[in-house]
T-cell receptor, first 110, second 114 residues
Framework: QKEVEQNSGPLSVPEGAIASLNCTYS??????FFWYRQYSGKSPELIMS????GDKEDGRFTAQLNKASQYVSLLIRDSQPSDSATYLC??????????FGAGTILRVKS | NAGVTQTPKFRILKIGQSMTLQCTQD?????MYWYRQDPGMGLKLIYY???????DKGEVPNGYNVSRSTTEDFPLRLELAAPSQTSVYFC?????????????FGPGTRLTVT
């Protein structure tokens, strides 16, 4: 079992719709979780971080964490073509090491 | 601040050759990391460092070596290049303090071993 699992996609949504990206993790000791966006040929950039159960909102992005279910999600409202990218979920392990999922490809169609 | 810089951007190596990937950060960050990313995959941690003189293995350290003689620099050494090391390599850094502070990534080095 991979430590952080994501559906590889691609996830296709029409412009203006809500994109929902999901991630599960296996290590119950992980306390901090991150969503990175990565455009093709570029380095990852941090979109959201979440540490507590519940929702965290930042503009069009909402991260959700459910530690009991070991589940993290990212919602993107009013999706734009510029949101088309690969989204990487990461969990922070003991020793300040990030473990990444393989990423979900998101395509927003105009 | 330039942030995290990596050189070279691209490199083609022959099997058995060696090279050093350079990484420098000017943000005075204690923590530095080396990742590799294979096509369609997430990032895998190769080595990391919590400060000058201190390094530790990550998930996939075989075939690589690192050193950390200064806060700014964290070079990654490939001694005997193999085709399995064809990948994109990212260096990252972050400041000390609360766990979960953002890691800043460099632009990456695309390495091909043939």
């Amino acid at each position: 079992q991979k430590e952080v699992e994501q559906n590889s996609g691609p996830l296709s949504v029409p412009e203006g719709a809500i994109a929902s990206l999901n991630c599960t993790y296996s290590d119950r000791g992980s306390q901090s979780f991150f969503w990175y966006r990565q455009y093709s040929g570029k380095s990852p950039e941090l979109i959201m971080s979440i540490y507590s159960n519940g929702d965290k909102e930042d503009g069009r992005f909402t991260a959700q964490l459910n530690k009991a279910s070991q589940y993290v999600s990212l919602l993107i409202r009013d999706s734009q073509p510029s949101d088309s990218a690969t989204y990487l979920c990461a969990a922070l392990k003991h020793g300040n090491k990030l473990v990444f999922g393989a990423g979900t490809i998101l395509r927003v169609k105009s | 601040n330039a942030g995290v810089t990596q050189t070279p951007k691209f490199r083609i190596l022959k099997i058995g050759q060696s090279m050093t990937l350079q990484c420098t950060q000017d943000m005075n960050h204690n923590y530095m990391y080396w990742y590799r990313q294979d096509p369609g995959m997430g990032l895998k941690l190769i080595y990391y460092s919590v400060g000058a003189g201190i390094t530790d293995k990550g998930e996939v350290p075989n075939g690589y070596n690192v050193s950390r003689s200064t806060t700014e620099d964290f070079p990654l050494r490939l001694e005997l290049a193999a085709p399995s090391q064809t990948s994109v390599y990212f260096c990252a850094s972050r400041p000390p303090g609360l766990a979960g502070i953002e890691q800043y990534f460099g632009p990456g080095t695309r390495l091909t071993v043939t």
